[in-house]
């Protein structure tokens, strides 16, 4: 990732990272026995302008639907048109306290124009001022079972773990009991980084033993009355009582990091999964399952956007942010069919003579609203969250390739003209996506020499022959392939010497110090010695300052990229400055 973009994500031909969690956002009313007769149900929370902001996952996909389905969409949408004016007129009334619970049917919509029969029943919550709809489905041919969580099927095949019906059971019966012992109650959400790439490079079967020992380390850490569950597909959950000091809570989460932070052995293969934590912890009887277990999710999520391999507690602010994450949802569905996903470029210098050699691609996201553009990582993490990512990939590859393409009418075919994109090694276990990225080369009339792919190297650290094979059906292609952001994790040189790789990216990490730190500027000197030893370019990112700039020209560094050397500008922008002689800036 280029800081030279002001801490925006490239993108292109990326998804850019593991997907993270979903924003399961709302906050829930359900009170005492309604919750647990609720469990086995579909829950929705709607923010109090009817949009989806959380759903129960494992029912929502029971029921043939998809997260993107439903998450950040008005419920009335998702219903028969027929039903959508009664529906908005039952959450009207809660809203306004005319009523506090309200019960009807409805026809679901469920893949095309088919529609499924429900139960639905509606309570309104209120918190910090901000008012929640939540919202039970149940299809109304369904069975219920019994809500003490021993029916078939309360348990995780994989883990053996009790799955999300028990937990919310045994949240609520937590909660009930903080009315009697007092105390506090902990409820975490646990996510494993980058288990999406450790399952697509490596297989589905060395993903489940993961999970399986992921799962027994974590129970190792807690104690014999706490509750450990599988809810998700690389989510676990804790409930923890009679904690006595918020003190308490803080060593509890240090814990579970720990757990994540050890690798594994399996079949040969070191596995690293670190993990994120979200954590709500509470003394209030008159709360419910569905709202704490949605205020961990948020603090989960809030840990990934933060870096991932920590934890955060559930505050107010993160309510605000849950609020905005749900209009960012809708803003991207606005954005995809109306071209609000937009496209800049920042160029990359050759530090002997200051020509532009290539141009980077970043995504940014038109609001109307502000009339501004969002830089992407205001949306990446929603995008990838509601599995919206490929779809701001697509535009973002094929508006970038078309752009070289008129750029190489334009100034000739010169290598400064190179475009480059991300790529996410998760993406080598698809096998079409090899051929597909040289059939869009095609369809540009683009040489494969004129693209440059950058892949994490954080992303490399895991993979798998697929990745290798399809790395190296690129370059004998002529895709020229770089490793991004060296020196921004623990990966070792190792991956560089393995993989068919001509340059490298220096992590902005790295280049920040340059200009005041002596042992700092040493080290990446013999970084760009090493790297020039096995016939590898350099190139530097988040080039800010002068200084910085004096050093790596000193050291021999080949490449730059960063705001002293070129902004990201607009399509037009960079043409007028290229034709200039001038990089944007």
């Known amino acids: 990732m280029s800081a030279g973009d002001a801490a925006g994500v490239p993108a292109g031909a990326s998804s850019a990272r593991a997907t993270p969690p979903q924003p399961n956002g709302g906050r829930g009313p359900f009170e005492g026995r309604m919750l647990l007769d609720a469990a086995p149900d579909l829950l929705l929370a709607l923010l109090d302008d009817g949009h989806v902001a959380y759903a129960s996952r494992d029912r929502l996909h029971s029921m043939g639907l998809k997260d993107e389905d439903v998450l950040g969409r008005r419920l009335a949408e998702l219903v028969h048109p027929e039903d959508a004016p009664r529906i908005e007129a039952d959450h009207a009334e809660l809203l306004d306290g005319a009523t506090t619970r309200v019960m009807t049917t409805a026809r679901l919509r469920v893949g095309g124009d088919g529609y499924h029969s429900v139960e639905l029943s509606s309570a309104v919550t209120s918190d910090d001022g901000h008012k929640t709809i939540v919202v039970s489905v149940r299809e109304r041919s369904m069975p219920i079972p019994p809500a003490d969580g021993t029916s078939v099927g309360a348990s995780d095949p994989l883990t053996g773990l009790p799955n999300r019906t028990v937990l919310l059971d045994r949240a609520q019966h937590a909660i009930t009991r903080l009315m009697r012992s007092g105390g506090l109650l902990l409820v975490a959400l646990v996510d494993l980084d980058e288990f999406k790439v450790v399952n697509d490079a490596l297989g589905h079967a060395v993903g489940d033993e993961v999970l399986r020992r992921m799962a027994k380390r974590l129970k190792k850490v807690l104690r014999p009355e706490d509750t450990l569950a599988r809810i998700g597909g690389d989510e ?275 280049v920040r110090g340059l200009g005041s730190e002596a042992q700092l500027r040493d080290v990446v000197g013999a970084l760009i010695e090493l790297f020039h030893a096995r016939g590898l370019l350099v190139v530097a990112e988040g080039v800010e300052t002068a200084g910085q700039l004096d050093t790596l020209i000193s050291a021999g560094c080949d490449r730059a990229q960063g705001h002293l050397v070129g902004r990201p500008g607009t399509a037009v922008e960079l043409e007028t400055r290229l034709l200039a002689g001038t990089a944007p800036g």
């Open 236 to 510: 676990f959950a804790v409930v923890a009582e009679d904690l006595v000091d918020p003190r308490d809570a803080t060593e509890f989460a240090d814990r579970l990091i720990a757990v994540g932070q050890k690798p594994m052995q399996i079949d040969g293969a070191w596995v690293s999964c670190t993990l994120s934590l979200g954590v709500t912890l509470t003394s209030d009887p008159t709360l419910n399952a569905a709202t704490v277990i949605s205020q961990a999710d948020t603090a989960m999520y809030r840990a990934k956007e933060l870096g991932r391999n920590r934890w955060v507690e559930f505050d107010t602010h993160l309510r605000r942010i849950q609020v905005g994450r749900a209009h960012t949802q809708h803003l991207l569905r606005q954005a995809l069919s109306t071209d609000g996903v937009r496209v800049v470029y920042q160029p990359i210098v050759d530090l002997s003579d200051g020509e532009t050699v290539a141009v980077e691609a970043f995504a940014r996201l038109w609001d109307p609203n502000t009339r501004h553009e969002r830089r992407a990582e205001q949306f990446i993490g929603v995008a990838e969250s509601v599995g919206l990512m490929p779809a701001v990939d697509t535009v973002v590859t094929n508006t970038a390739l078309a752009r070289a393409r008129r750029w190489r009418e334009l100034f000739g075919t010169g290598s400064r003209h190179c475009l480059v994109l991300n790529v996410n090694v998760h993406h080598f276990a698809d096998h079409r996506f090899v051929p597909r990225m040289l059939e869009a080369l095609e369809a540009a009339e683009m040489p494969c020499d004129a693209l440059h792919l950058d892949v994490a190297e954080r992303r490399l650290e895991i993979r798998s022959p697929a990745v290798t094979r399809g790395l190296e059906q690129l370059h004998d292609s002529g895709v020229h392939l770089g490793l991004d952001d060296f020196g921004g994790s623990t990966g070792a040189l190792n991956t560089v010497w393995e993989l068919p790789l001509e340059y490298v990216k220096l992590d902005p990490a790295l």
